[in-house]
């Protein structure tokens, strides 16, 4: 009966992998923000999702590659488009 052949042994052969050089630690660090001074705060903004069909999600992505629009901006026009469809005032 024939032997197997063993990988046990295959890694020991390989010569080593060369060590990467160490990654630079970035040393720049922000300023610091006066405890008096408030954070700046961007627009207010809420999650808003679904699950959708991946169908929802192609197409969206489909239309980002063609308008070069973000697909925030395309889903924020689809939902003012609704919302006129169905008489919804527009709050601020």
């Given at each position: 009966m024939a032997k197997k052949p063993s990988l046990a042994g295959v890694l020991d052969d390989l010569p080593s992998a060369p060590v990467?050089?160490?990654i630079a630690q970035r040393t720049r660090r922000r300023p610091a923000r006066p405890a008096n001074e408030p954070a700046a705060t961007p627009d207010p903004?809420?999650?808003?999702?679904?699950?959708?069909?991946p169908s929802y999600a192609r197409?969206?992505?489909?239309?980002?590659?063609?308008?070069?629009?973000?697909?925030?901006?395309?889903l924020q026009e689809a939902l003012d488009l609704l919302f006129t469809a169905k008489g919804v005032q527009r709050r601020a």
């Amino acid at each position: 009966m024939a032997k197997k052949p063993s990988l046990a042994g295959v890694l020991d052969d390989l010569p080593s992998a060369p060590v990467p050089p160490a990654i630079a630690q970035r040393t720049r660090r922000r300023p610091a923000r006066p405890a008096n001074e408030p954070a700046a705060t961007p627009d207010p903004t809420a999650l808003v999702g679904a699950n959708l069909h991946p169908s929802y999600a192609r197409n969206l992505a489909l239309l980002h590659a063609e308008t070069g629009r973000t697909k925030k901006e395309l889903l924020q026009e689809a939902l003012d488009l609704l919302f006129t469809a169905k008489g919804v005032q527009r709050r601020a």
